[in-house]
């Protein structure tokens, strides 16, 4: 019976087109508002279940450098009690003083937009 409800499931998700690359800021600025704030939360959670798996699995080796800087943006994010609109604020002021940047992918300009807000702190 398990298996009949997660087939169910499935099979609408392999008619999606895979998609590849992440979506630049140009891309992201066509968005409906909600969509936006989605794709930016969706980046932040991302970094906190990085920053979750590294603290529950001691067996797993110590994080990188560039992992260290995305689990301490993590812990802002929750540490500041982040909404998904609060995130797209910091990311839109962002994209609105960097027009230069709007070519770059969303997981770039969303990690620059935080480490201007947070910091990385030193490990």
Sequence with gaps: ??????????????????????????????????????YVGAVVDTWIMLRDLHQNKPSLSQPSPADTAL??????????????????AIVEKYMADNPGDWGYE????????????CGVKKP
């Design 1 to 38: 019976m398990k298996m009949a409800i997660v087939a169910t499931l499935l099979v609408p998700l392999l008619a999606l087109p895979l998609i590849t690359e992440a979506l630049t800021g140009n891309e992201v600025r066509k968005l409906p508002e909600n969509s936006r704030a989605f």
């Design 71 to 88: 689990i301490n943006l993590a812990g802002c994010a929750l540490e500041r009690r982040m909404t998904y609109d609060q995130g797209l």
């Design 106 to 117: 969303m997981p770039f300009i969303v990690w620059r937009a935080f480490h201007l807000i």
